[in-house]
């Protein structure tokens, strides 16, 4: 396992590699500049000027290229435009805020969503099956933000419960975290439920059955640990869309965030940290797509990692 475990982290290279290319031809194709908008409005074109010589935007596009590629191999992203800061201590001051909140919602998420879908499976067909269905269906379709503000509105606004805005410690976090485990929830439950009663289609099931097992163990000793790899598997990518994809929610909530530091960031033009935070969200999906892959041998011992 240590040697595909090595393997796949040498392939992490390449596809960052890759990624930075695009990140910096993306970024550099925004409409805007980044030194007027640093200096302001009232500033001359002398000090804009100035301002782009010191950024080194008046470079060539392929000059700035090698001069980020030659930063970026010694884990140096460059200081940020707006506070002169460096930006990938910017992107880490935000990232465990981010973290923790997505790491909660896809728990919250994945708990909620696979019970929810074993319920639906067991008692397919009822109205049971059919509550869990529209339940995962609304989840899936209602956007983040319209869920967002109705929350607020009844439970920060009405009813005072938990504040108006995220990162005011742990109550901060209980809004943002359900709604941004509503999508996750809803697609989780699907899967868990179509993958379980395939499961529970299968020649050993049915065979358990006929040895007179009752249905919870039939359930939860035999389908459930196989009906869990399609699941695992989605999980980890709602995961990952969660690290990179909690824009929105964070804008709602003013939850100061990695989503909400690309939204100022982009406002800005700050390239340096735009660009960190790119390659985070890259790295991030690289990472759980491998967490996920390990998971798979545990779940089934089968799985060979040679």
Request: charged share 10%.
């Amino acid at each position: 396992m240590l040697a595909y475990i090595l393997r796949r982290l040498l392939e992490v290279i390449p596809t960052l590699l890759g990624v930075a290319v695009v990140v910096f031809l993306f970024i550099h194709a925004l409409p805007g500049d980044p030194a007027r908008l640093a200096a302001g409005p009232d500033a001359t074109v002398q000090e804009v000027q100035l301002l782009r010589e010191r950024f080194g935007l008046d470079k060539p596009l392929v000059v700035q290229f090698v001069y980020f590629l030659n930063n970026l191999a010694r884990g140096n992203l460059g200081n940020s435009y707006r506070d002169g800061k460096p930006a990938l201590l910017s992107v880490m001051n935000h990232f465990s805020l981010t973290f923790w909140l997505s790491l909660i919602a896809i728990l919250l998420a994945a708990l909620v969503g696979i019970l929810v879908g074993i319920a639906a499976a067991v008692y397919r067909n009822s109205w049971l099956d059919l509550g869990a269905t529209t339940l995962a269906v609304g989840g899936i379709s209602v956007p983040s933000f319209f869920l967002g503000m109705i929350l607020i509105y009844l439970f920060a606004v009405n009813l005072r419960i938990f504040p108006v805005s995220g990162g005011q410690g742990w109550r901060g976090l209980v809004l943002p975290a359900l709604t941004l485990a509503a999508g996750p929830l809803g697609t989780i439950a699907r899967f868990a439920r179509s993958s379980l009663l395939e499961v529970l289609g299968e020649d050993f099931t049915r065979t358990a059955r006929a040895k007179g097992l009752s249905s919870p163990v039939v359930v939860f000793k035999h389908a459930l640990r196989n009906a869990l790899i399609p699941v695992v598997t989605m999980t980890g990518l709602q995961f990952g869309f969660l690290l990179g994809g909690a824009v929105v929610v964070e804008s709602v909530f003013n939850y100061p965030g990695l989503g909400w530091l690309l939204i100022q960031s982009i406002s800005a033009r700050d390239y340096p940290v735009i660009e960190g935070l790119l390659l985070v969200f890259a790295l991030e999906f690289v990472l759980v797509n491998l967490l996920v892959d390990l998971l798979y041998g545990v779940l089934d011992p089968r799985i060979s990692y040679a």
